[in-house]
């Protein structure tokens, strides 16, 4: 009782937003005290004791100047020390980190380590209590429960015996998780078991058939990125009919539903029920002869709005998502990494397209190196001290060993609530390939297209330029990659070369999508001789010179002209039967 009601408390959304109000109001000495509780806590590290020679000084000014800008490459070998002892070691925390996170902003083709730990773990807490508070001024939910299209991937051990998974799976398995979503209003309507599935495609579908099993009590439908709501309503408007039948009779297909751990779970809370099958039916219906839209709100009658991470890469998804909520809001989630957060959405009725992100400035101690300027590009400003309308690179430094770290986002600054800064995410630095949770860097582009075209250049043949694109027109969507090459290939070879350059994209993200199929076949369009001059003279005619021309490696949908360009002059199209 008391417990509870000390949660209550902790989670009045009118005492967060109050304290979150005023540390924005005074971020520049927030943002000096939380450095240096990071580095009282951590000051006996070797990483700050030994490499970077800190001693017990805790100011920004010698933090600044004894340790250095990194990027992940910098700490792996460090992290991966942690990852291989069997002894506890302090290397880059006062207290030795017990847990490791999986980044998906995967470059190289290999998954990071990150650093987690309880710390991190408060600050998540944190940060859903406040965006939480801000939306529950304006559409407040009541007790009930959330669709969460959340699944955990699977938890391994390191050499040296420690935990490892994505983030999320690690903030799900934490024991802070489950009270801080009773505390918000959202705990999930499906059980453990089908959270932590071993098989995303029975977890979504036992998610969607236990929440229509309680359909009136679903007050809110989230996840991390839109991209998972709109995938499983995709499947939804194949599967509405089974999920019909399965709630009429109180049973799982035996086909479908094979993991025993979710059948014993989800079997449970079913029974037969006609009437509510009777009644979800003829809501799906109606929903499927207008195409689907407002779907969600058809078939969850007492939902508020919908809940996930809309911008960045998730941007494509945002149509769809409001095709199936029909009038329900769109609220676009908060802003955060494997490596910790960064801002909370505290405008909820704001478009998705336009949200911005407020840094909270007592969850770390941030950093923007300013971009698009060679000169300052090496020199960071602090929290308080960037500009309105630039664009920066975010570093931040964290309770979980990272120092000065470069995250590699871009973020535009929109403006200041109170005296800490609105962001809006701008682009990963460097990716430039991404559908859902796949990753491609220019590099990993030029890298799968060297490999491929080891096959051309066995025949003599050669890649002359390449660049690519997302097409987001097919369901699901795919890479095209676009190339010329030299001389005229026979068109088996060329075949192979399209497989080779799917396979060659060896980021976790992209090979696991690509074997559900939530990534559609890669395609290669062979181009006419010269079409990569005319796309130079095109950038040219903009007033480009041709000594700092660089080829794009990626074309954007808005680049009409360079895509009319690759478009009207393929002579040859494959689609890859690799996987
Ligand atoms: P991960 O590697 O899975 O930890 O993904 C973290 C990355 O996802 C961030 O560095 C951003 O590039 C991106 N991201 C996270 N939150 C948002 C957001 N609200 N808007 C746009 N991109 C985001």
Known sequence: MLEKMKMEEEFDPEVIIEEFEALSKDAERVQKETLKKILTENGESEYLLVRCGLGRRTDPENFKACVPLVTHADLDPYIQRIADSTEPICVLTGKPITTISLSSGTTGGKPKFVPFNDGLMEITVLMYKTSFAYRNREYPIEEGKALQFIYSSMQFKTAGGLAAGTSTTNVYRHPLFKPTMQALHAPCCSPDAVIFGPDFRQSSYCHLLLALVSRCQIQLIASTFAFTIVHAFRSFEIDWQNLVADIRHGRLPAARITAPGIRAAVSELLGPNPELADEIHRACAAAASRNWYGIIPAVFPNAKYVYAIMTGSMEPYIGKLRQYAGDLPLVAGDYGASEGWIGANIRPKRPPESVTFVVRPDIGYFEFIPMNDEEESSCPVGLTEVEIGREYEVVITNVAGLYRYKLGDIVKIKGFHNSTPEL????????????????????????????????????????????????????????????????????????????????????????????????????????????????????????????????????????????????????????????
């Open 424 to 579: 809006e995410f701008v682009c990963r630095k460097n990716v430039v390939l991404t559908i859902n949770m796949d990753k491609n860097t220019e590099k990993d582009l030029q890298i799968a297209t060297e490999e491929a075209a080891r096959v051309l250049t066995a025949e003599k043949y050669e890649v002359v330029d390449f660049t690519s694109r997302v097409d987001f027109s097919t369901e699901p969507a795919h890479y095209v990659i676009f190339w010329e090459v030299s001389g005229d290939p026979a068109e088996e070879l060329l075949q192979e070369c399209c497989n080779c350059l799917d396979m060659a994209f060896k980021d976790a993200g992209y090979v696991s999508s690509r074997k559900v199929n939530t990534i559609g076949a890669l395609e290669l369009k062979v181009m006419k001789k010269g079409t990569f001059q005319k796309i130079m003279d095109h950038y040219i005619g903009l007033g480009a010179v041709v000594s700092q021309f660089k080829t794009p490696r990626c074309v954007g949908a808005d680049n009409t002209a360079v895509l009319g360009i690759l478009c009207g002059n393929a002579v040859k199209t494959f689609f890859s039967t690799a996987f």
